[in-house]
């Protein structure tokens, strides 16, 4: 991972989701859906920058593919996995950097090496809320969360965790769309089956 040079301008701190209708994002501790095409747009979208999440996400994602590669993977969590390094005062497990408040993860973060601009929020749902209304963060472009990059997905599927509300401060820009014909939704017992799966690639920003 190249770093971006001391003294660039400071990041954004920016959230990334996918949602389906009525703004689902999970069920059971994953993703009640398969789509290909939105992995592959989360994995160069956050690649070469730190990405923050609740401990639920982590746990989510299969055991071989974490930490996330190529980039810093910053797990917060009420109970840490190890004790505290003296000098940051972090766990650090798993290949990941563990931390008991939102706010310390977001200081090292600004810390870690990135090769982009942002700082990215990467769920779940708890961490989104709590971010979202998070001002004067020292650091971060305006001092709080200014953009999501949201991939809409034309599905219907049961949930049990949803995306956050953008009121009408947030501006939104359409990214790019398609349809993932290797898809999978989630019927209403959880158990996925093969379907084509419209999508759109948004951008909020305020
Ligand atoms: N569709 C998407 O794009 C997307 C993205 C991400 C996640 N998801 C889905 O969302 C679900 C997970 O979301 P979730 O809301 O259940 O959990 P989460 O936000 O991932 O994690 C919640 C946990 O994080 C820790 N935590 C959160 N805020 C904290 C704070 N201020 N201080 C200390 N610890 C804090 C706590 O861990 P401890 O319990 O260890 O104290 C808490 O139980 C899964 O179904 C996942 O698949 C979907």
Same mark, same amino acid.
């Given at each position: 991972?190249?770093?971006?040079?001391?003294?660039?301008?400071?990041?954004?701190?920016?959230?990334?989701?996918?949602?389906?209708?009525?703004?689902?994002?999970?069920?059971?501790?994953?993703?009640?859906?398969?789509?290909?095409?939105?992995?592959?747009?989360?994995?160069?979208?956050?690649? *070469?920058?730190?990405?923050?999440?609740?401990?639920?996400?982590?746990?989510?994602?299969?055991?071989?593919?974490?930490?996330?590669?190529?980039?810093?993977?910053?797990?917060?969590?009420?109970?840490?996995?190890?004790?505290?390094?003296?000098?940051?005062?972090?766990?650090?497990?798993?290949?990941?950097?563990?931390?008991?408040?939102?706010?310390?993860?977001?200081?090292?973060?600004?810390?870690?090496?990135?090769? *982009?601009?942002?700082?990215?929020?990467?769920?779940?749902? /708890?961490?989104?809320?709590?971010?979202?209304?998070?001002?004067?963060?020292?650091?971060?472009?305006?001092? /709080?969360?200014? /953009?999501?990059?949201?991939?809409?997905?034309?599905?219907?599927?049961?949930?049990?965790?949803?995306?956050?509300?953008?009121?009408?401060?947030?501006?939104?820009?359409?990214? *790019?769309?398609?349809?993932?014909?290797?898809?999978?939704?989630?019927?209403?017992? *959880?158990?996925?089956?093969?379907?084509?799966?419209?999508?759109?690639?948004?951008?909020?920003? /305020?």
């Amino acid at each position: 991972m190249t770093s971006v040079p001391a003294g660039a301008t400071p990041p954004r701190l920016s959230a990334i989701w996918a949602q389906a209708r009525g703004g689902v994002i999970g069920l059971g501790g994953s993703m009640p859906w398969s789509v290909p095409a939105d992995l592959a747009f989360f994995k160069s979208t956050t690649s *070469g920058c730190p990405v923050i999440m609740g401990r639920n996400t982590w746990e989510s994602f299969p055991e071989r593919f974490r930490p996330l590669p190529g980039r810093t993977n910053i797990v917060v969590t009420g109970s840490l996995p190890t004790a505290a390094d003296t000098i940051d005062g972090c766990a650090h497990h798993d290949g990941a950097i563990w931390t008991d408040s939102i706010t310390k993860a977001l200081s090292v973060a600004s810390e870690a090496p990135r090769s *982009g601009h942002d700082l990215w929020i990467i769920g779940g749902s /708890r961490v989104y809320e709590q971010v979202l209304g998070l001002t004067n963060l020292p650091g971060v472009i305006g001092g /709080r969360l200014t /953009r999501a990059v949201v991939t809409e997905l034309d599905v219907t599927v049961p949930g049990d965790r949803r995306a956050p509300e953008l009121d009408s401060e947030w501006t939104m820009t359409e990214l *790019g769309s398609g349809v993932e014909v290797r898809g999978r939704a989630a019927d209403s017992d *959880g158990v996925l089956h093969p379907a084509h799966i419209a999508y759109r690639f948004l951008e909020y920003t /305020r």
